[in-house]
DNA sequence: CCCTATTTTATATGATTTGTCAAGGAATCG
DNA sequence: CGATTCCTTGACAAATCATATAAAATAGGG
């Protein structure tokens, strides 16, 4: 899933600059160039993490940053020409992550970029998600989205889907999937699982994407 | 409350240096002069931040964190006398929280030191107040309020909620919950969480939001 | 030590899921 | 092309699970 990331800069020619190097490493970038623009934007938006100068027209970033607290935890970094203000990020306890002094190197914005979006998330303990088409499924909600609209999931079909779905383009068998979802030692008819196919079938309709291996199994293909 | 901070660094003296100008500023530190020491008493211990050498006998410092973060969140910063390892530590993505070169300033490793554990805290969202529609938990005093009113749970409902509030949008198996709030060990019937469940819903009335998954256990939704 | 609040166990009931079966359809092979 | 094997589909019955309620056991306070 690609990184989104507000750039707040008045100044166009830095945040073009700034924005190229970022989508250059895979990021997707927004600019705002008020101060009262770029706080709406992050307050409608969940960007992954905001690029915040100091000095802006309409309201600065100190106030942005605070403003934006209240509601949000989005990673900020603080970007600002005058090494002074720095001391006045410390001083004001604004739950910044971090500050960069202009001109910095381009290597050293997207480094800290990227270290700070993995910490956020390692702490922020984000979900895992995992996409196929208009499928996604939330492995810690156990739960299945279709175009984003819930599909109810038993829970014998839920484990089944994704089990298939993490040995995407294996073919298993159905004696494997019988032994991984019912466990090592259930009895029961094999029938039981194709079954089930065919319900996990039904539910995800047009994003079907269980194949039939004749006289082995299945097979999930992105 | 007194924050606590490990030390990791065989160097005496240096260690001694550092622990000096953190208690100054009302840390409270401990020193552990070998890697493995350190990650030992980090498990251990719930310390609010770690200052990691890289350089240690026994286990350096990125095996450490690395260890560490199987386990635990706790923010790191390593120090290091080579700014070649800074490229390293990035590179290496071990959930690093920051690094600094010696030498440094004291007042820098104590600015940083501050600034990293005030993050931790709201990121780790250690509130005291928890709150969701008319819904109000007080995890200082144990207590929850509905609508301004104070609603009785008792302990063990009062336990679950929070589990299930802290994990919210998971969905959690009524094992771990029997394991999480009733102890590893215990023994008894699953169908004790089921009831305790079912009296929290109860007491939150219309501002109840634990859901059922089917087969599985609960979910808490905001 | 007794009384009360809390927690656990037990049971009944209703809802949902799951497994089985049988009929029809599709793929495979000679 | 026909026979055979395997797969799909739909219906139904059985098993499982969740909830409500009540009763029994336990712990805590006075």
Redesign the pocket.
């Known amino acids: 899933m690609m990184k989104k990331i507000l750039i707040v800069e008045d100044d166009t020619a830095i945040a073009e600059l700034e924005r190229d190097y970022l989508e250059l490493n895979g990021f997707e970038c927004s600019i705002a160039e008020r101060g009262t623009k770029g706080l709406e934007a992050a307050l409608e938006n969940d960007y992954d993490l905001i690029l915040l100068d100091i000095m802006l027209p309409g309201m600065d970033g100190f106030e942005v940053c605070s403003k934006l607290r209240e509601k949000k935890q989005t990673p900020v970094i603080f970007l600002s020409a005058k090494s002074d203000d720095i001391d006045k990020i410390r001083g004001l306890g604004l739950g910044a992550d971090d500050y960069m002094t202009k001109p910095f190197s381009p290597n050293e914005l997207v480094a800290r970029v990227k270290a700070h979006i993995s910490r956020y998330e390692r702490l922020s303990g984000q979900d895992e998600i995992i996409n196929f088409g208009k499928v996604s499924i939330n492995t810690d909600a156990r739960r299945v989205f279709i175009d984003g609209k819930e599909a ?1 999931f ?4 839920y484990d089944l889907l994704l089990y298939l779905v993490k040995n995407k383009g294996k073919t298993v068998p159905k004696e494997v999937l019988f032994d991984k979802i ?1 466990g090592f030692e259930a009895i ?2 094999i ?2 699982v ?5 319900r996990i ?1 039904d539910k995800l309709g047009d994003e079907n994407r269980i194949q ?1 291996v ?4 299945y097979r999930f293909t992105m």
């Open positions: 109810p038993t829970a014998k079909e019912w029961g008819d029938s039981t194709t079954v089930h196919i065919q079938r039939t004749w006289g082995v199994g």
